[in-house]
């Protein structure tokens, strides 16, 4: 068992920054990918960045590419989201996710944090 705990969400203004934290405990060996993924509203869950962490490359999704910076810390457990450039559209609850098999099931979920972008 995985357990996921995120914070570091909030308001921000347009073009403003926010840093979201993942903090991992239970059986974190066992992780091959950690991601973040978001839903908005009346909108579908959609993957915004993994970290694959067997292999040390990472993935984003094109809403986010050049903004957005996926990274983890191994010896702290823990996953970030540095998010840089915000825009309305990022508004979402924000989800930390991961998966204890290759590919990646995704079958750990933390509680979500919420994001909301002001224009």
């Known amino acids: 068992q995985v357990q996921l705990v995120e914070s570091g969400g909030g308001s921000v203004q347009a073009g403003g920054s926010l840093r979201l934290s993942c903090a991992a405990s239970?059986?974190?060996?066992?992780?091959?990918?950690m991601a973040w993924f978001r839903q908005a509203p009346g909108k579908e869950r959609e993957r915004v960045a993994t970290?694959?962490?067997?292999?040390?490359?990472?993935y984003y999704a094109d809403s986010v590419k050049g903004r957005f910076t996926i990274s983890q810390d191994n010896g702290k457990h823990t996953l970030y989201l540095q998010m840089n450039s915000l825009k309305p559209e990022d508004t979402a609850m924000y989800y930390c996710?991961?998966?204890?098999?290759?590919?990646?099931?995704?079958?750990?979920w933390g509680q979500g944090t919420q994001v909301t972008v002001s224009s």
């Open positions: 239970g059986y974190t060996s066992s992780t091959h990918c």
């Open positions: 996710v991961a998966a204890d098999r290759w590919p990646c099931n995704y079958n750990y």
């Open positions: 970290f694959f962490s067997r292999l040390g490359t990472t």
